[in-house]
């Protein structure tokens, strides 16, 4: 014996008892879903049906400040200066952490690490702007060691740099 079976359009029965099922009890899947989530899954509800909230800013002032290439960052951001954990030396805003100079990185030759300067020389794609190259270009091949630590390094770009 050989039976045919072949796909009927629309629903299957099931599922079409299942919707019926659900919806003739749905107040009382609500109820329970409520008292499930504290109350959550209707304030869910409601906030998808009424689309995407735009946040409010509590206390915090948000800056834009565009690309940082060859513009300048505001006038009034908290620039600070790091040495990164893969030994980038950069000057980033304190407020947002975007990156605003790469000023350069500490390398290794001969046993010694040093400070290299981001220019075209250093082998760095684009050099810094000159108002931020110049306070700090006699830094350039700076040994890193106990003498002159990184936190050192980093604090004496910020003085230089008029970030301290």
Known sequence: MIEIISKRDGPRREDERARHLIGKNRATITRLADQLTQGGYSANKAARAAGPAQPEPEGKIIRHFGAYGPGKPDEGADL???????????????????QAHL????????????FALATTLNGFLSGLPPDVLAPIEELDGQIIDEACPESLLAEEIARRLGYL
């Open 80 to 98: 600070r200066v790091k040495v990164s954990v893969n030994n980038r030396v950069i000057a980033y805003d304190g407020d947002t952490g975007r």
């Open 103 to 114: 000023l350069g990185e500490i390398r290794w030759r001969d046993g010694l690490r040093y």
